[in-house]
């Protein structure tokens, strides 16, 4: 679930048009598949400011009686000739910080008690901590007991808003079906905050801003790395009271910069050896274990000790911890639960967004946007369904991302 921006020029944050997305994806179809936008479908669309005011009754009155039904009946269609019936059932959630809260009816406040959805360290403990409390994780049990038997005041203090009604589903519960994005925790978080303060270590140092701007701008990304070119970084004279946030970067581009910036540097002749650099080397370490299309159990252990160690010295240097950075200290359990984290990751559903983003603007009638909108992506969706008709489509499909990985390098003719 997200909200996205239709049609507005003035930015992402107005609330005109906004949209509210609802997607799912198969898992049972080949992971090469399912990250193609065709096979990301929708399951509702709406305006935002109609349905995130009292998330929780819309998916009781809309969305949860459809995925009983699944879960209880199942779809049933024909292939070769015989008759097969598959059972649907919710596996986990995908979205924002604040998108995950409202969907489990947990309290939308990240300044306060309860800012991580996996445990009950508060905005202030989480600041000091570089491993976690095992006795501090968030259980079913206790969840389920204070719903039943708690208090108000209890379940605030769990930081409990509503019940989720997604619990009355057999296979779902809110407590047990974790997931994290690290889309959200660190493209669009942590490394925004962090890139900044090593920019300002690296000014410090001796090397002036325009000489990192060249570095960063000169280098010639190729490849899928190369369709959104880097800005230069923009930094005020004053460090804000808030602290310095990287602006102009999006997810996508926030994070080739960070995997790329060493090697940028590199070329460009400049060394640095300032504790905020240090501290950021040993994050490449753990995003190369992010990215990694397969994982380990020795792995997964060895990505626990480098968080640890990372969340150590980044608390040293004074960076600013928030329930963002926080979360990689939970990345392991859910690694052992669902595997590679890439594959939880919300890029694409954000690629999904552009569908719509683009048919709006084409469109130019607001009038039933969300109607409009779902209708279109009806259409679309007949596309693939008849697409998928094809005799060895999975073939295909797997043939024409090869092509893509393969030679997505070259230069164009
Ligand atoms: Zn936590």
Not at 126 to 142: A, E, G
Not at 224 to 249: C, F, H, K, V
Not at 353 to 367: T, W
Not at 379 to 395: D, E, G, Q, V, Y
Request: with cysteine; hydrophobic share 40%.
């Amino acid at each position: 679930m997200d909200e996205f921006t239709t049609s507005c020029p003035i930015g992402n944050t107005a609330s005109i048009y906004k949209m509210a997305g609802f997607y799912i994806r198969l898992m049972n179809l080949p992971l090469d598949m399912i990250s193609q936008l065709d096979h990301i479908m929708l399951a509702c669309l709406a305006h935002a400011v109609d349905v995130m005011g009292d998330l929780q009754e819309i998916i009781r009155l809309i969305l949860l009686p459809q995925l009983k039904k699944l879960e209880l009946e199942g779809i049933t269609f024909r292939y070769q000739g015989a008759e097969k019936n598959f059972k649907v059932i919710l596996y986990r959630l995908s979205a924002d910080n604040l998108g995950f809260h409202q969907l489990t009816g947990l309290n939308r406040c990240f300044s306060g008690n309860n800012p991580c959805w996996m445990c009950t360290e508060t905005a202030e403990s989480l600041r000091t901590i570089w491993c976690l409390n095992v006795r501090r994780n968030r259980s079913r049990h206790h969840y389920d007991h204070l719903i039943s038997n708690g208090n108000d005041e209890q379940r605030l203090a769990y930081g409990i808003k509503s019940d989720c009604c997604l619990n009355e589903l057999q296979y779902f519960h809110c407590m047990e079906n974790f997931s994290v994005d690290y889309m959200h925790d660190l493209h669009d978080g942590h490394f925004l905050r962090l890139i900044p303060r090593i920019v300002r270590d690296a000014i410090d140092a001796g090397f002036p801003l325009p000489i990192i701007n060249n570095a960063i701008v000169g280098f010639g990304l190729v490849g899928n790395d190369g369709n959104n070119p880097l800005r230069p970084i923009y930094l005020p004279a004053q460090i804000p009271e808030n602290g310095d946030n990287l602006s102009g970067y999006t997810a996508k581009t926030c994070g080739v910069l960070v995997r790329l910036f060493p090697l940028m540097l590199k070329c460009a002749g400049i060394r640095l050896h300032t504790p905020s650099w240090l501290v950021f080397m040993k994050l490449q370490r753990i995003i190369d274990i992010l990215y990694a299309p397969s994982i380990t159990e020795a792995t997964i252990l060895m990505f626990n000790t480098l968080v640890e160690a990372y969340l150590k010295d980044y608390i040293a240097i004074r960076g600013k911890m928030t329930v963002k950075p926080h979360k990689l200290l939970h990345y392991k359990a859910v690694m052992e639960e669902m595997g590679p984290l890439r594959h939880l990751a919300t890029f694409r559903y954000e690629g999904k967004h552009s569908h719509f983003k683009q048919y709006a603007n084409v469109n130019r009638c607001f009038k039933n946007l969300q109607t409009t909108l779902a209708d279109k992506n009806e259409l679309m969706f007949a596309r693939t369904l008849m697409k998928m008709k094809a005799r060895k489509f999975l073939n295909l499909i797997l043939l024409s991302l090869n092509d893509r990985c393969q030679f997505s390098w070259l230069p164009r003719k």
